[in-house]
């Protein structure tokens, strides 16, 4: 039986470990420990391994979430984590001191991944730090010739979640129904 | 306190973020109780600027290379050593700001803009700003606008029809009807928004659309209209047609700070987009803009912000597929298969935004657009249709 999954990635503090607390039907099971590198600035505890929810379907198809670890020394498990994946969900966090040169990395790691299948994209902490704007990130995106969603999402909030989610699949396939 | 008989200082503020520029105008208008107010460059009489932004710096460089100017305050959390400022140290307190403006208030009156003065600390505790003011105040403003910050709304076909109310006259069935569906947005409430929005950005000035019902104010800086009314008040608004007599009763005018309640209600703050989005849905009822041609394809420049926008029915589809190419509005409801009514209405919406507009390359007219090309595998085709229906029935 094939293994459907969506992929949720972005840098430390994004909130990908939230997001799929928002839309999985388990608690998701973290892998979280204590940071004790940089990364502490920004959070008490990080992903170290990755984050992983379910959607359950009906008729027992389960739809796995995973997140990766934010961290770029773990980025060799970016290309096994991805293999069978529907499309990739990017986080970012509009707090952060250079959220632009996030992006780019994250789309250029991802860049086979991307064109194989598509990216949502997510920008949280907007109630923080309302600049950039979604217009800015648009602008950037079209420099890098990208033309994904960006929405403003708030991960604790499973609709902003659902909805990012929802415009990655449409942009896979516009002429889905939701009642198939 | 400020003699009600003293005009507010008039600051022009420099070097700041949006959030910053901000909670600078709520800390005039609310703590110092309207002994300044911010205004525009060409109307100041007191710079300020934040030197503890990367962009301060050199706005006060140019303030002072400046052979006439309006005396300058500094705010920072390290002292400053220049003569001819008046400092503020960061964190601010209420009546150390007061002090230094009333400082300033007395050079302009000497009208000793131009000169040199002394620095001149003013070191007091009294009447600090707490932790928690400033949070409030500062930190915390934004997280306080919640109307700005909610979800948003994803309607389906059903609940549609009743929350935004359709035009009757028209029979969307009826495809010759259809070329008639169109409204002028200029005609209604949104078409005065959008120009007024436009004027505000393009002055960078923060302005008041005045009409016989509640006025609008326009944040340019931070993207933002405060309005006093309800979702249910503005719909109504919003679907009446401003006859000649009522549109010449809608005038533009900078913000009084004296009558502005906006400090007191944080919750009717909208982001600029999020409100035209939904002021043209709740006027196009249905409709397309006049200024669209049915017959011709449109593009869509980006996604919209959906999740601080009011969703109609399959605005996520047609974007998906307009990403993809542009297409004409029958065109659309042809290729999804979906109402002429709920395609019209989102393009109103984008179109008011301006992520819309007419595809002018002649090749976009040349031929039919492509059957929908899926990027998913055929067997997922079904399975993501079924990720689809567990979202949007667990909301």
Sequence with gaps: ?180 | MKDKQTKPLQAVLHGMDGRTYKTMVMYFQGPCKGEAVVVEEVDGEVDIVDLDFPSGKSALDKIRSQKMRRPVIVLSREEVSFKDVLYVEKPIHLATILSVLAQARTLIQQQGWSKSFDILPVKTTENPVSVAEKKALGDGVEIKKTAKHKTAMQMDEGSFSAFIGMITEIDFNDKDQLDKAFYSPKNYFQGYVTAAVKVSKEKNRMLQLNSNWKPLLIFPHSHEVWLDADDKQLRAFASLEMNKATGAKLTITAIDPATSAVREKMDKFYDIDAFVWKLAIWTSKGRYPQALDIHRPVFIKHWPNFTRSLITPHALQITALLMRGPRSMLNIVETLNIKPQYVFVFISAAYALGLVGQAERKSDELFEPPPIKTIAKKESKGLLSRILGKLRSSK
Excluded: C
Excluded at chain 1, 82 to 101: M, S
Excluded at chain 1, 111 to 137: E, R
Excluded at chain 1, 172 to 179: I, S, T, V, W
């Design chain 1, 1 to 180: 039986m094939s293994q459907y999954k969506i992929i949720f990635t972005g840098p430390v503090g994004a909130g990908k470990t939230t997001a799929i607390e928002s839309i999985s039907d388990i608690p998701p099971i973290k892998t979280d420990a204590v940071a004790t590198d940089m990364t502490k600035a920004r959070k008490a505890a990080t992903t170290v391994a990755m984050d992983y929810g379910i959607m359950n379907l009906a008729g027992g198809e389960k739809i796995h979430l995973y997140g990766t670890p934010g961290q770029e020394r773990f980025d060799f498990m970016w290309d096994i984590l991805t293999i069978g994946g529907i499309g990739l969900i990017l986080l970012l966090d509009n707090n952060r001191a250079d959220p632009f040169q996030d992006m780019k990395f994250f789309l250029e790691s991802f860049s086979k991944f991307i064109a194989d299948t598509s990216v949502a994209i997510g920008v949280t902490q907007m109630d923080l730090s309302n600049k950039p704007t979604i217009a800015d990130y648009h602008s950037q995106l079209q420099g890098l010739g990208f033309k994904p969603a960006v929405f403003a999402v708030d991960a604790r909030v499973k609709n902003d979640v659902s909805l990012l989610v929802q415009a990655l699949l449409y942009s896979l396939d516009p002429g889905l129904k939701d009642h198939e």
